[in-house]
């Protein structure tokens, strides 16, 4: 990852330019927003998402204004298959960063919380994370560095209500990003996770939809407001950039203020 020093030192701190950076979950939401501040900072992006468009889409468009370039990848994350050729696939490339944020949720009561739901869940939001990270770290531990954030959640803390496989995957997120970062911080490598409060996605859609829910929600945000997937930029070219050099194994929460509550 070049840099450039001249006038403010700060500014190189966070500048990306000619790094390439692997977006999963890029194509709307949060994985957007990530990916689009990547872009901003000077990266190239290859976005990954189970429906994204070869070419023409919303992402490339945004990516492509900063200057930079942009490959579209479809990946069903569900499929194990998939999962592990798209690792395959990477793990020829030279990727400096990678954001591991494609994700879904299921909601059903855990009494009633249909097995294939939950195997899904994890398949998508935890395993597939792992394959997909072992495969690309691989060649970051050859050169000696690499930037690796995973989104992280609320529920990653916390236990949430009729979510329990959303619940276990981000839990696990949050202790898969501690464990990779004891083995590969001194190997030039940060790993580091992104957790999210109540953003407004896609994902959240049903919360937001019911008036008596939203409004328990933003009642405890200090900040007053549902967040934005532009909430997130800032904290994404933190953690992909040098200024985050000694910053690994940490769970940075972008929440409005709601964990601190």
Known sequence: MSANHEGNPLTGMFD?????????????????AMAEALAAAGANIIGVSATIEASGSD?????????????????DFADPDAVAALGETLSTRTVDILVNNAGTI?????????????????QVNLSSQFTLTQ????????????KIIFTASLLSFQGGINVPGYTA???????LTKALSNEWASKGITVNAIA???????NTQALQDDPDRSKAI??????GRWGVGSD??????????????????????VDGGWLGR
């Open 16 to 32: 990306l330019t000619g790094s390439t950076a692997v977006v999963t979950g890029a194509r709307r939401g949060i994985g957007f």
């Open 59 to 75: 992402i490339e468009k945004a990516v492509t204004s900063y200057g930079r370039s942009f490959e579209g990848i479809a990946c």
């Open 106 to 122: 299921e909601r059903a009561p855990a009494a009633e919380h249909p097995t294939e739901l939950w195997d899904r869940v994890i």
């Open 135 to 146: 495969a690309i770290a691989r060649s970051m531990i050859e050169r000696g560095r690499g």
């Open 169 to 175: 995957a981000k839990s696990g997120i949050a202790g």
């Open 196 to 202: 999210p409060g109540y953003i407004a996605t896609d």
């Open 218 to 223: 933003l009642d405890r945000i200090p900040a």
């Open 232 to 253: 997130l930029a800032g904290a994404t070219v933190f953690l992909a950039s040098r200024s985050s050099d000694y910053v690994s194994g940490a769970i940075l929460n």
